[in-house]
């Protein structure tokens, strides 16, 4: 029981920590860096002008009506 | 536009909004580590496996002192640099009025022939099928895509505000004040925004759709517009 405090605090503030960068580590790899990823892979071949006729074709555009 | 039920941001179709997507996931990060340390120090308290009988806090006072003054700069860096960004001055290939009223906007060309044009919303009564309620209007905010486009906001009788968050803008028009903002569509698409400063009963119903298409599209668009 000698120091059971001072033991305690010591443990549950690295274990704190570790919870708190845990959770910050998790967040970047499960969410952020998959978004960062998402938005490469799409601008990394894409093609405008095919979107643009896609869209004019669908008839959603008001410059580039369907024909 | 957004869906039904979507509390995170819209897709970005601009660089500027990429980033700011980038910075508000950073934010959320020191967030959530600095909420899980409080629940998880919280819940230590209240089952009393963390106590203190402690007079003498100088450490500890010192170290929850200075790591807070570095969460703070770890946020104030990123957020300073998109600031500036946002704020960087490049050469515009076009530059557009947006002018509000009560309660509709009015865009104009100024340097195409003086092509200028209303934008009211298109009634629910009126709206075609497939169509987005409340977002839809008569006239679309025609621009390049890849160019950077110059907007000059302003009102011509309450405050007004011109939001698209896909680009991420948003600008108060405010009556006698002209505010620039400046953005470029990445892609070619259609995206919606709203009125986003309180501004009478029809507030809600003037919404501003931009619609973003190559360069060629555009010139014989704004020819058009401007023969009509």
């Known amino acids: 029981m000698r120091g059971l405090l001072a033991r305690r605090m010591k443990f549950h503030l ?10 910050a580590t998790l967040y970047k790899f499960g969410v952020a860096e998959p978004r960062k990823r998402a938005y490469a892979d799409f601008y990394r071949n894409y093609d405008p002008m095919k979107d643009f006729e896609a869209m004019k074709a669908a008839g959603v555009l008001e410059s580039a009506p369907a024909k | 536009m957004a869906n039904h039920s979507q509390l995170t941001f819209q897709d970005a179709s601009s660089p500027v909004m990429e980033e700011l997507m980038g910075f508000h996931d950073h934010a959320l990060m020191v967030a959530l580590s600095i909420c899980s340390l409080v629940l998880y120090l919280l819940t230590l308290m209240l089952t009393e496996k963390l106590t203190s009988n402690t007079v003498n806090a100088q450490a500890i006072e010192l170290v929850w002192t200075i790591l807070p003054a570095m969460v703070l700069i770890m946020l104030a860096l990123p957020s300073l640099r998109i600031l500036y960004m946002m704020d960087e001055i490049n050469e515009p290939d076009l530059t557009l009025k947006a002018i509000g009223h009560q309660w509709y906007w009015s865009y104009e060309y100024t340097d195409l022939k003086d092509l200028t044009f ?7 009564t009126d709206l075609p099928l497939g169509h987005f309620r409340l977002l839809e209007v008569d006239h679309r905010v025609v621009v390049p895509m890849s160019s950077s486009i110059r907007v000059i906001v302003t009102a011509d009788d309450v405050l007004h505000s011109w939001a698209v968050p896909s680009l991420g803008v948003k600008t108060d028009a405010i009556p006698g004040r002209l505010n620039q903002t400046s953005f470029l569509a990445s892609r070619p698409g259609v995206f919606y925004g709203q009125c986003s400063e309180i501004c009478g009963a029809n507030h809600s119903f003037m919404p501003i759709v931009v619609e973003s298409t190559p360069l060629a599209n555009f010139e ?7 023969s009509q």
């Open chain 1, 14 to 23: 690295l274990g704190a920590f570790v919870v708190s960068m845990g959770c």
């Open chain 2, 118 to 124: 209303d934008s009211y919303m298109i009634p629910t």
């Open chain 2, 220 to 226: 014989s668009w704004s020819t058009l517009m401007s």
